[in-house]
């Protein structure tokens, strides 16, 4: 678990610094300079251990730069509102590669479960959409206090919950399976011919 955890803080160290840094400030373009310099920084230490990054990283890191840059560039609060969906869009892009959850997968998920992580990938990505979209509805609004809401409560929990569920299904359906395999006829003639 541990391990999904700082794969997933390595893939979005520079969304979470943005964050971090916005709440501290109420300054978008310092934490959009501030992320900007964490995310090229991250990918020069990777550069320098010889660690070679996965798409999502590479992506999360390009997107920073990306629209990053074009938020200073721009100083237009529109764009910087709208700017997450296009995160979320190009994230569930990314998400629409098959197979993509296997690497934050342990051993046994994969064994006994690798249906489900396929399917699963394919609804995070939906997900990813989903929230592109509201997040597009917030920003049109023009309230920033919908937008910041949307973007610091909804966002965040919606992925929370979605984690949750996914851990508590697949924590479920797979016990239930592996039981199902030591109690099967088959299981039991192997053990009594061993």
Do not use: C
């Not at 391990?3 to 978008?28: C, E, H, K, M, P």
């Not at 990283?57 to 990053?68: D, H, K």
């Amino acid at each position: 678990m541990a391990n999904v955890f700082r794969r997933l803080a390595v893939d979005f160290f520079s969304t979470i610094v943005f964050l971090a840094v916005y709440f501290a400030t109420g300054n978008i373009l310092i934490a959009t300079g501030v992320a900007i310099a964490g995310a090229i920084g991250q990918y020069i230490l990777a550069r320098i251990r010889g660690i070679k990054l996965d798409l999502m990283t590479l992506a999360s890191v390009a997107l920073v730069v990306m629209l990053g840059g074009a938020t200073i560039l721009t100083n237009d609060p529109r764009f910087v509102l709208v700017k997450p969906s296009i995160g979320h869009f190009a994230i569930g892009i990314i998400m629409l590669r098959r197979n993509w959850m296997e690497r934050y997968m342990p051993e046994i998920v994969l064994q006994h479960g690798a249906d489900l992580v396929y399917v699963a990938g394919y609804l995070w990505a939906a997900l990813m959409f989903a929230l592109g979209l509201g997040t597009i509805a917030t920003a049109l609004t023009g309230d920033m206090r919908v937008w910041t809401i949307y973007v610091s409560v909804v966002l965040i929990g919606a992925k929370l919950a979605a984690f949750a569920i996914q851990y508590v299904v697949l924590r479920v359906v797979i016990r239930r399976r592996i039981r199902a395999q030591m109690i099967s006829p088959d299981a039991a003639i192997q053990r009594a011919a061993g």
